[in-house]
């Protein structure tokens, strides 16, 4: 089956980030591919010059998160929207073969090739760049430094869903998606003494889960037994990030985050198939950061 492509692909951004920088720290939301919005986002911010000294992802999130420490325009877009259909990139016969959602292997190099991705800014340490991964022993979040580790496998594994997924093993411990434990990671940046901290988000700001049932409780204990810390943590997961949003209001009411989100509700699911509706997604994204330019740069204090 031939699925048509995005109507308005060639009409994306594109280009370089500029080499100016500034200091605060964005922190970007996973959620698969509604992680599209992000991408957006992130799109808009490098076009209007916002390059802030550090950035902090979780699945999607991170993922997206590459692309604006190379600081490449309109890359995560482009590969989202070309690639959703791409049997290599996503799908069941990843799945079969990879025991995962997406095929890392070839997004991190024949993507990487067909899109040429720039190694030299990603890695010249100009921007800190931390990606999120859930331990299973522990059941906590652990911050990785790109500079400090194999990078790429703590992005596979911050977004490796559970129940989908096979654990990812770093340095012998197995990981998962590091939104099991920390979905929003801006508190990371508060602790590492931000003072400005941009958080995009993936759904609008009423959003919140539901109460977790008792019958994912009780899937979440079976299936792993063997790390009962993380069962637990499963079993609370959707409180804990209605707690944690909770917590984000209340910071950006104070005036201490600036929160970028959708400003309508998100009709589009984790794995959405509907190209147009990702690509109207990405547009919502990019829009709702360009009006919110002028906000950002006086709360960042620059012109």
Known sequence: MKHKAFSKINELPS??????????CV???????????????????????INLRCAIGVSAGALNGMNYISGQIGRAGKITLNHRFDKKYVGSRVLIKKRSIFGYDYAFNELMKKYPFNHDRFESGKQRFVVVATNLKTAKAEYFENGSCDIY?????????????????INGTPYLDGGCADK?????????GYEKIIVIKTQNSTY????????????AQKVFHKFPEFAKLLGTNNEMYNEQLDKLDKLRDEGRVFVITPT????????????????ALYYMGYNDTLK???DIKKYLGIN
Do not use: H
């Open 153 to 169: 496998k703590v992005l596979e594994a911050s977004s490796s869903l559970p129940y989908v997924s096979k654990p990812v093993m």
């Open 27 to 49: 922190v970007m939301e996973g959620g698969a591919f509604r992680g599209i919005y992000v991408a957006a986002a992130l799109d808009a911010l490098m076009e209007n010059g």
């Open 208 to 219: 919140r889960k539901s109460k977790t049932s008792e019958r994912s409780k009780k899937l």
């Open 15 to 24: 280009g370089n980030a500029t080499d100016n920088f500034t200091d605060g």
């Open 292 to 294: 919110l330019i002028p």
């Open 184 to 192: 929003v990671p801006y508190q990371w940046a508060l602790d590492n």
């Open 264 to 279: 309508e509700p998100v009709d589009v699911s984790r794995f959405e198939d509907d190209i147009e509706k990702l690509g």
